[in-house]
């Protein structure tokens, strides 16, 4: 049963519903257990994900600690859990080699208010509907590139520069295989048999923190010859810096502004998918649009304070739940616990073995890869299949930015095609047994006066089905006295429709034919009058039942 707040607002945060509904001493220390582990289980990911994105350990820690505490705070879901993602390293990592650090800042400024645009807006549900086929091809995509990105480290190569395309590492990883360091590789394994069967034994501890301590240790004792955070980049701040503004001009925003959006609609749909998720194990309901006016404030925020893009997490996210997590209390505390460890434990990160990470980031690309799915989306009507590995071919070959936008418009022209094929219109005067007995609006055995022609439009009439219906109408031979029009099963019609509307009246009215519209929806209707057509067809030759045109037609066939 789902569970919601009542007289809520959808931009005021949760939190204020949370409290506002009460809040125990049960549920505290129960958020505060949940937020403790989450805490924990996203250090290692912070720092993993920010070396992966191409930008330092410590900007991980900030990104997860500042934007953390601004989602849970003024987000719209009880229990989402915020920070750096899998799903934003492969285009942040571009981002930083094509713009620098300092572009990366600004993409990410404008794509916070884009998300608050999105919140104030309504957007929040509409996102939602990005089709299936994008989301699992651009997320398995997005896999196979973190995948082969952590290749180098998880095998120790010592491979230099390499081609920023996909087919140009792996031809460079093959001409060094050679340099393969099978202290790198035996750390790599063991970590991900570690992350792997850890839960097994020890569900409260997460087994990646487990290979990190393991492998720290290990190496700073025994000296291995693996290379480290330290040696890759120097000491790790343990501190949050103060907020700083870049600087911005028309120039750089023009060039950022594709990023820009990508990094937007990737965190929107990204959040919303993690907290329809939470939903789901919870019971509750969250608010789209304080969600994604959170998750714009959060990025805005990560960007001054050093760090990098962040959205919802999943996997985070149902690991408070299945915690006890239940408010956004416990994201709060999950913030301050990461702050605690880094201000106390930060400069302890640089022995961290490079290896050790890679094979988390191994474990991560796995689960989101979701394989399964994607084999079973595979036996999909073939446009889905179409959608599915362009979108996964591009994001892999090409560019996530490029991905996202081929794939929703390929999706949405495909969807397109498949509501003008089940649009039609037909010449049903002479075809007297239309829809036959089993049809109560058949005009079987209903007597049609001399000089009226009827059609009938089937399906949505819009850009896609008017073409059909102009070839359709174009079968008259001589003008009828009257043409009644039956559109029963049109529930929407857009500006094209209404266009081929305008030029079969405008025809009816230069050859003296009187039009008269039968069986008119709600929203055909409002869209006759916005246009001011239904003035021109006159309100007394639209009806909304085939009998009352019927009348209206032999009073004129007369």
């Known amino acids: 049963m789902i569970k919601t707040m009542k007289n809520s607002s959808r931009l005021l945060p949760m939190l204020f519903d949370v409290f506002r509904g009460g809040y125990g001493g049960s549920q505290l220390l129960n958020d505060i257990t949940a937020g403790a582990i989450v805490g924990i289980v996203a250090l290692p990911l912070a720092i993993a994900f920010g070396i992966a994105s191409g930008v330092t350990p410590d900007q991980g820690l900030i990104t997860a600690v500042v934007a953390g505490l601004i989602i849970s705070l003024l987000g719209g879901s009880r229990v989402q859990i915020g920070g750096p993602t899998g799903a934003f390293i492969v285009i942040v990592y571009g981002i930083v080699q094509q713009h620098g650090y300092q572009g990366l800042v600004i993409a990410t400024i404008m794509a916070g208010f884009l998300l608050i645009l999105f919140g104030l807006t309504g957007m929040g549900a509409i996102i939602q509907y990005v089709p299936y086929p994008v989301t699992v091809g651009f997320t ?274 495909l969807f397109m095609r498949r509501m003008a094929a089940v649009s039609n219109a037909g010449f049903i005067t002479k075809s007297i047994l239309n829809g036959g007995a089993n049809d109560p609006g058949s005009i079987t055995n209903r007597e049609i006066p001399q000089g009226v022609e009827i059609f009938e439009v089937y399906g949505p009439f819009f850009f896609g089905a008017a073409s059909k219906f102009r070839d359709a109408i174009s079968v008259i031979k001589s003008p009828p006295r009257v043409l009644i029009l039956r559109m029963r099963e049109v529930t929407a019609m857009d500006a094209t429709g209404i266009r081929a509307l305008e030029d079969v009246a405008k025809k009816s009215r230069m050859e003296g034919t009187i039009l008269i519209l039968s069986g008119v929806h709600a929203q055909p209707l409002v869209a006759l009058e916005h246009s001011g057509l239904l003035l021109e067809i006159g309100e007394d030759n639209v009806f909304a039942e085939f009998e009352g045109a019927l009348a209206r037609a032999r009073e004129l066939a007369q």
């Open 140 to 413: 398995s995509g997005i896999a196979v590139v973190i995948a082969t990105t952590q290749l180098p480290d998880f095998l120790g190569l010592s491979t230099g520069p390499v081609p920023s395309d996909f087919l140009g590492k792996l031809t460079s990883y093959y001409g060094h295989i050679q340099t393969v360091n099978l202290w790198a590789l035996l750390i790599g394994v063991s970590t991900i048999t570690i992350v792997i069967f850890s839960p097994k034994f020890a569900r409260k501890v997460p087994g990646s923190l487990v290979a990190i301590l393991l492998w720290t240790i290990a190496a700073h004792i025994f000296n291995l010859p693996i290379e480290t955070i330290g040696s890759r980049f120097g000491e790790v701040s343990a501190s949050i810096p103060t907020p700083s503004l870049p600087s911005i001009d028309i120039a750089t925003i023009k060039s950022l502004l594709s990023p820009a959006l990508a990094i937007a609609l990737l965190g929107a749909i990204e959040s919303l998918l993690s907290a329809v998720v939470s939903d789901g194990m919870t019971g509750y309901r969250h608010k789209p649009d304080a969600e994604l006016v959170a998750q714009g404030l959060a990025n805005i925020g990560s960007a001054l304070f050093g760090g990098i893009p962040a959205t919802g997490a999943i996997a985070r996210t149902a690991t408070n739940v299945k915690n006890g997590g239940r408010t956004p209390v416990a994201g709060v505390v999950h913030a301050l616990v990461l702050l605690a460890i880094m201000i106390l434990f930060g400069g302890w990160a640089a022995l961290i073995p490079i290896p050790v990470l890679s094979g988390i980031l191994l474990v991560v690309a796995y689960n989101m890869s979701e394989w399964r799915l994607f084999a079973r989306l595979l036996k999909s009507p073939r446009s889905d299949v179409l959608v599915l590995a362009v979108t996964f071919i591009l994001t892999v070959l090409v560019d996530l930015t490029v991905a996202l936008e081929v794939g929703v418009v390929l999706a949405a022209m």
